[in-house]
């Protein structure tokens, strides 16, 4: 399985929070600790940003220093922990295209996902775009310039490779009708195919029709991440932001949402039925 350095700085945050949390330290006291051993600079802001995964390359010996704090003396428990440092530290393919992706938090988190399931209101999910679509989608973004139109359709079609592999993850995404009437015409044929050929029994598509109505996810589009080992994510993003949720009360609320779409839209069977009509005889 492909490595995500995200997904192993934020189980390294949570560990360490855990470690602090089971000793009943205050953050305040494991500051003032950390400062006594002299090694790096440490404060208050600085152990909330290690716990709250808003790090980007986790110092080993930062690491070490607060292992000793929490009382951590089996070897391989250490040794454990600076493994995970060190993959942690990592950088995924998708830095390279920081240009377009930023730091890529969504992007290294999609490909160790075991499961992801998601709602799109107006566009057809990154993961399911055609390359023809992903182009048309980001001019439609406003990006103009030749040159960066092909680094953002590059960087979605690199996404794409988890979808070839043997571990790739179980995909469920349910599409508003909106998004397909969107599609440009001379567009529209070659997409739906893609979205008709693409399903599998790991990768299922259902279409929420305009006669469902008043639904409940008007609020947008979302999608739920899963993993073997770690706490589930949900991301949704606008014109200015990306979003993380992982509060299990958050994660609670946008799982009935989810449920309630999944029982208002098309079964699968009925979703293939209703692409087929909007392909030109």
């Known amino acids: ?82 493994a995970l440092t060190k993959q942690a530290r990592q950088r995924g393919w998708w830095v390279g295209y920081s240009d377009v992706l930023g730091k890529g938090a969504y992007v290294g988190l999609e490909i160790e996902a075991s499961r992801i399931r998601t709602y799109e209101a107006l566009v057809i999910p990154g993961l399911l775009q055609t390359e023809a679509y992903a182009r048309a989608a980001t001019r439609a973004a406003g990006v103009t310039a030749e040159d960066e139109v092909d680094r953002h359709v590059e960087a979605r079609m690199l996404r794409k490779q988890i979808l070839g592999r043997p571990e790739s993850p179980r995909i469920w995404a349910i599409i508003d009708e909106a998004a397909l009437h969107r599609l440009p015409s001379e567009l529209r044929d070659e997409q739906i195919r893609y979205l008709l050929d693409v399903q599998r029994p790991e990768l299922r598509i259902q279409v929420l029709p305009y006669s469902a109505g008043l639904h409940a996810a008007t609020a947008g589009s979302f999608v739920i991440l899963d993993f073997k080992e770690d706490p589930q994510v949900v991301y949704r993003e606008d014109i200015l932001s990306s979003l993380f949720y992982e509060d299990p009360r958050e994660i609670e609320r946008c799982e009935m949402i989810y449920d309630h779409v999944h029982a208002s839209a098309l079964s699968v069977e009925d979703s293939r039925a209703f692409l087929e009509t909007l392909i030109e005889p």
């Open 1 to 82: 399985m492909a490595s995500s350095p995200p997904l192993r700085r934020r189980r390294l945050s949570r560990h360490l929070r855990e470690l602090r949390e089971a000793q009943g330290y205050t953050a305040e006291y494991v500051t003032a600790e950390a400062k006594k051993t002299g090694i790096g600079r440490w404060s208050r802001g600085k152990l909330t940003r290690i716990e709250n995964n808003e790090w980007t390359r986790p110092s080993p010996k930062d690491v070490e220093v607060l292992l000793d704090i929490y009382g951590v003396t089996d070897e391989a428990e250490r040794d454990s922990f600076i």
